[in-house]
């Protein structure tokens, strides 16, 4: 996501996102119990807001979550220091994964930006292709449809769908 919103802000003659912590070398705030939590994730961006924050002039600008809970987390951490409250006052855009319905609730409500959606149903059409192949005796990736192959680490790609608050 971040190699992506990259490539539309330099087309657009904008400065790429930056990390906000200069000494992390990966620009990646891990969440190194592997939990993918609201607690994780209100835990880490309560501590990443007493250094980085309106007072010390480097606030926050752009949360973005590997799921929906974790973009819960992070906004309630950003709610206890004034953002992203919904009321129409200074808001953060916090984007997540998985569109689930406490997602779309934060979306509709003003206090999130967006989510994105992996489109199940896809996955179950392009699972049903390998299956067959696999039955025919066929090369696994073949005739899928038109979902992307991605040969450089197996996998076949899927679009995800965009959620921003329209059903």
Not at 64 to 87: K, P, Y
Not at 144 to 153: M, Q
Request: aromatic share 6%; hydrophobic share 35%.
């Amino acid at each position: 996501s971040v190699e992506n919103a990259n490539k539309k802000l330099t087309e657009a003659n904008h400065p790429p996102l930056e990390f906000y912590d200069r000494s992390n070398g990966d620009k990646f705030l891990l969440d190194k119990d592997g939990k993918w939590s609201a607690q994780s994730s209100n835990e880490y961006m309560t501590t990443a807001l007493t250094s980085y924050n309106t007072a010390n002039k480097n606030m926050i600008e752009l949360v973005i979550c590997n799921n929906d809970n974790m973009a819960e987390g992070a906004i309630s951490a950003l709610q206890t220091a004034g953002f992203n409250r919904g009321n129409g006052g200074a808001t953060i855009p916090v984007f997540g994964v998985d569109a689930t319905d406490a997602a779309k609730t934060l979306i509709r409500d003003g206090k999130m930006a967006g989510t994105i959606l992996q489109d199940g149903g896809a996955m179950a059409t392009c699972l049903e292709a390998v299956i067959r192949n696999a039955m025919n005796g066929e090369s696994l990736l073949e005739n899928i449809g038109d979902y992307t192959v991605d040969e450089t680490v197996a996998k076949v790609r899927i679009p995800y769908g965009i959620y921003l608050g329209e059903e």
